[in-house]
């Protein structure tokens, strides 16, 4: 009986065994199927590490040593172009977003009535001339009179001399009494006509040398008047050269003012021109954000219209006070209750050079202006 129970057992233990083996081999692919999904949850999450810490820290570190701001504009220089005559506008030459060059006529003002302007100055000028040429043969006329009055003078100056001199000699005879006194009034006589012609031609010289000084005058009148009207000639030239409206700058018409036929005051505005070559950016940062910039420090320009682009550029200079101190009603905490605000600083940003992408700057383009400060 014994050996049939062990028997029993033996077959027993038998069929367990097979029956685990048979389990084991049922669920094996269900523990290789777990262990792989632990392997690769392990490897997506050092995966999603990886790629955090390779695309995250850079933009980490790129926060942390630099201040930033969407706050900012791109700004170019902008003339504004008047007409410095008055008058009706005769031709146009450009429209509004046209590339106009330095020098390049951008419009004409009736030129007639400036043109008449010149014509007139320039016959008082002719004029004047004329009177001033007159003046001169004038005086020299008056020269040679006076030359010839002057020699009469000599002339009757030294008979006087020797008259005089005859008569003291008479004088003396006759006071020793060597001569009638007849033959003394004589003498006399003589004296007194040569002493007479003298004062004659004195005078008459004397007359010839105020007539000479009014010439002078006169002179010097016309001078004043010849330098106004050459004044008068060169306004009028300049004035008339002024109906010609050209452009100072290189650059692209952005508003247009001027139509034929239309009548331009002079001081109006009549073009707008933008610089297509001077551009750069004004970012308005918060005042916690400007302790460590200076200038000079590097800057990364963002620029919305252009995704992708980033432009280079320098701190330049900054401005001396917020934006609120310069806006038209600056605030006044001095009454009232007071709540403080984060003020703005605006900062000038210099491009270091703009690349040939095709894609052109335009005033007014909103940026993200980074600047490095660490």
Not at 222 to 241: G, T
Not at 320 to 326: D, E, I, K
Request: hydrophobic share 40%; glycine share 6%; proline share 3%.
């Amino acid at each position: 009986m014994k050996s049939i129970d062990n028997n029993d057992n033996s077959q027993n233990t038998d069929m367990s065994e097979e029956k685990l083996l048979d389990e084991r081999e049922e669920f094996a692919p269900e523990r290789k199927s777990s262990f792989r999904k632990k392997i690769l949850l392990v490897a997506g999450v050092f995966l999603v590490i990886a790629a955090t810490a390779f695309y995250g820290l850079p933009k980490v570190y790129y926060a942390w040593n630099h201040e930033s701001t969407d706050d900012a504009f791109v700004e170019g220089t902008i003339v504004s172009i008047a007409s410095e005559v008055s008058g009706k506008i005769c031709a146009l030459y450009v429209d509004e977003n046209q590339q106009v060059k330095m020098g390049d006529v951008l419009a004409e003002i009736d030129p007639d009535e400036y043109m008449a302007g010149v014509k007139q100055a320039e016959a008082n000028v002719s004029s004047i001339l004329a009177e001033k040429e007159a003046l001169q043969s004038e005086r020299e006329q008056a020269e040679r009179k006076l030359a010839q009055a002057q020699a009469l003078v000599k002339a009757a100056k030294a008979e006087a001399e020797l008259a005089e001199k005859d008569l003291a000699r008479h004088r003396g005879l006759l006071e020793e009494g060597v001569i009638p006194e007849a033959l003394f009034d004589e003498v006399l006589a003589r004296y007194r006509a040569k002493d007479a012609k003298l004062e004659e031609a004195s005078h008459g010289a004397a007359e010839v040398e105020a007539f000479i000084k009014n010439i002078a005058d006169k002179r010097h009148v016309l001078d004043f008047r010849l330098e106004e009207a050459k004044a008068i000639l060169e306004q009028s030239k300049l004035d008339f050269s002024r109906t010609i409206i050209t452009s100072p700058i290189n650059g692209i018409v952005a508003k247009k003012g001027a139509e034929v036929g239309k009548f331009a005051e002079k001081g109006k505005t009549l073009f707008m021109i933008v610089q297509d070559s001077s551009f750069w950016v004004t970012a308005n940062f918060k005042e916690t954000q400007t302790g460590n910039m200076r200038i000079g420090q590097e800057a990364d320009i963002k620029i919305d219209a252009y995704p992708g682009s980033v432009l280079k550029g320098r701190v330049e200079s900054f401005k001396p006070g917020t934006g609120a101190v310069f806006s038209i009603l600056p605030p006044e905490n001095a009454s009232g209750n007071f709540v403080k605000v984060v003020q703005r600083l605006p900062v000038r940003i210099a491009l270091e050079s703009i690349p040939d992408t095709g894609l052109p700057l335009r005033a007014g383009l909103s940026v993200e202006a980074s600047v490095r400060v660490r």
